[in-house]
């Protein structure tokens, strides 16, 4: 994995953006914009130092209303990039405080967790996709077969299973054999929305001859094989995403030392 995508891929938060505690528990880094957003809705303690969302409360329903509440101030507030109407687990170290809509998750800087698959053919070609055009995020640009956020009350490997079906066709049993969930990588990366804190996770299979890989959620416009130096080789020209990248070039090095 080499120095400059490391680098692109642990950055300091964005300026002036304040810890956030849920719960009472610390948990993300609120942009600026997000803080004005926030600053005179009734939900949140603003200080110099922080962000405290009603921290009289702990997990549990009122706190998940709350949560709700101030996703959609956000969304008012035009501070959210895109409505996905899909909920993610917020936490802190190993201890769940609530749920929020997605597109709320970089505006706060909370961390999320990612499961990619890196799929290959018997011959060693890597199966990848390429994002649709419509996609909010790198769109047409190359990335993993596989890949997508855990959803709330999912486990890892339930996220895996699920985005597999929907990303490139593939049933439980035709990748029975991958292996183990593994962390490559734990992202810290200001975007243009807020702050990307995001655990990077892989596992690796090999599919079968007679598996073809086929999108079903519209995402993807195209799935392709490539050879290892071919990945890397578009990894270096800048075709796949940033996560795609250290997730594949990860997987090169696990396979060539397995």
Excluded at 21 to 31: E, H, K, M, S
Excluded at 45 to 54: E, G, H, I, P, Y
Excluded at 102 to 108: D, K, Y
Excluded at 205 to 220: F, I, K, M, Y
Aim: negative net charge; glycine residues 8%; charged residues 25%.
């Amino acid at each position: 994995m080499s120095a400059a995508l490391r680098d692109k891929a642990q950055q300091p938060p964005p300026e002036h953006a304040r810890p956030v505690y849920i719960g009472g528990q610390r948990c993300g880094w609120a942009t600026l914009a997000a803080c004005d957003a926030l600053r005179d809705s009734g939900l949140v303690r603003l200080d110099d130092d922080a962000l405290w969302l009603l921290p009289e409360l702990g997990p549990g329903p009122a706190l998940d209303a709350a949560l709700a509440d101030l996703a959609q101030t956000l969304r008012d507030a035009s501070c959210l990039r895109g409505w996905r109407d899909e909920l993610l687990d917020i936490t802190a170290g190993t201890q769940h405080l609530g749920a929020i809509e997605r597109a709320a998750m970089r505006p706060l800087g909370l961390p999320t967790f990612a499961v990619h698959l890196n799929a290959w053919t018997p011959e060693g070609r890597l199966w990848v996709a390429r994002r649709a055009l419509s996609k909010s995020t790198d769109p047409g640009m190359w990335d993993t077969l596989v890949g997508g956020l855990v959803g709330s009350t999912e486990s890892l490997d339930q996220a895996l299973v699920r985005e597999c079906a929907e990303e490139a066709g593939l049933e439980p049993g035709q990748i029975r054999q991958r292996s183990p969930l593994r962390t490559v990588l734990r992202m810290q990366r200001r975007l243009p929305e807020g702050y990307q804190v995001e655990a990077l996770l892989s596992s690796t299979c090999v599919l079968s001859h007679d598996t073809q890989p086929a999108n079903r959620d519209g995402e993807v416009m195209e799935i392709a094989t490539l050879d290892a130096t071919q990945a890397v080789d578009r990894i270096e020209a800048g075709e796949f995403t940033l996560e795609a990248a250290l997730v594949i070039l990860e997987d090169i090095q696990y396979c060539s030392a397995a």
